[in-house]
């Protein structure tokens, strides 16, 4: 037994060493690969199932790295964040997404854009004014920004939160919760921010018509947050079946692979031109 946990200990302290030492590695090259263009981004586009047309995308980050290959933002945000290094890079995806917006809408396309904001970019203090000047440099409505921040980042420091929040809304900036049922807000804590939509977290689509209690759970949200007049959407649909429940039951805006994968901004331009004529 004595043998056994001993391997098993220095198995585990193994894997501890190379998890180390590819997440020093990855911080290290994460620096020059915002200078090298080996970040792009990739659009998700949103349906709204209501009228049946797309209201906009989620934009999410890709990191291709010259000899890793695909690196998941699941593994290299956590880095940057610890790092300081997602200031600069959320920074490079919010003029980005502004830029596409303004490309989208000179081809003829109003649709709305949403951006994920790290904890990092949420706490700083003049986020409002960063993003009215990337608005102001494309020329663009507020209204086809969308951010979308988690639970976790309200609860953190609630009046600087509400600061925050309320200087967005005032722009005509839309604020979405990302992750919604992971964390441990109620909605009557909710009604506190100035909020315009929830996101239903994937992990409760996943199992929606097959298991009872996610089911309940998307129907309580549904219900919760049309009562407080916000809009829902579904994230991480994957099926017809899904889709159509969450139709039925008055959710207002789908997301998954279902109705689309994430897109290069190329496809997304020939998504929208053959899901919308001009
Ligand atoms: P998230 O914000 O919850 O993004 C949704 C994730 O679900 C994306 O993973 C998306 O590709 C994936 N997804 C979409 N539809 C489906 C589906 O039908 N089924 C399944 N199984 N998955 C689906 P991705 O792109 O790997 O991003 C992972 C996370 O990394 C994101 O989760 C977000 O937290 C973070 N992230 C991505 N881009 C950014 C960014 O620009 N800034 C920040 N701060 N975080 C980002
Ligand atoms: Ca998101
Ligand atoms: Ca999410
Ligand atoms: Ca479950």
Not at 41 to 49: E, R
Not at 237 to 264: H, W
Request: charge should be negative.
């Amino acid at each position: 037994a004595k043998e056994v946990g001993r391997n098993t200990y220095e198995f585990y302290e193994a894997e501890l060493n190379q998890l180390a030492i590819r997440r020093h590695q990855l911080a290290n090259e994460l620096r020059q690969a915002v200078k090298n263009g080996e970040l792009s981004l990739v659009f998700q586009p949103q349906l709204n199932i209501v009228e049946n047309k797309v209201i906009g995308a989620e934009v999410l980050l890709r990191w291709h790295h010259p000899i890793l290959g695909n690196i998941s933002p699941a593994e290299f945000i956590p880095i940057a964040e610890n790092t300081g290094l997602i200031k600069e890079i959320g920074n490079w995806v919010m003029d980005n997404a502004c830029q596409k917006i303004a490309e989208c809408r000179r081809l003829g396309y109003e649709i709305r854009l949403a951006v994920n904001l790290s904890a990092l970019q949420f706490r700083q203090i003049n986020l409002p004014e960063m993003i009215a000047s990337t608005l102001q440099k494309y020329r663009i409505p507020p209204k086809l920004l969308e951010v979308e921040i988690t639970e976790s980042m309200l609860v953190r420091d609630v009046s600087q939160a509400i600061d925050i929040l309320e200087r967005l809304k005032e722009m005509q900036i839309r604020i979405a919760i990302d992750d919604f049922g992971t964390g441990y807000s109620s909605l009557s804590y909710l009604r506190r921010f100035p909020l315009d939509a929830l996101k239903i977290d994937r992990t409760f689509i996943d199992e929606l018509i097959v298991d009872v209690d996610d089911t309940a759970i998307t129907l309580a949200i549904i219900s919760m947050a049309k009562s407080l007049r916000l809009e829902v959407i579904a994230e991480g649909v994957e099926t017809a079946e899904q889709q159509e429940f969450l139709a039925k039951n008055n959710c207002d805006d789908i997301q998954g692979y279902y109705f689309s994968r994430p897109l290069t901004y190329k496809d997304f331009v020939q998504f929208l031109a053959s899901s919308k004529p001009i």
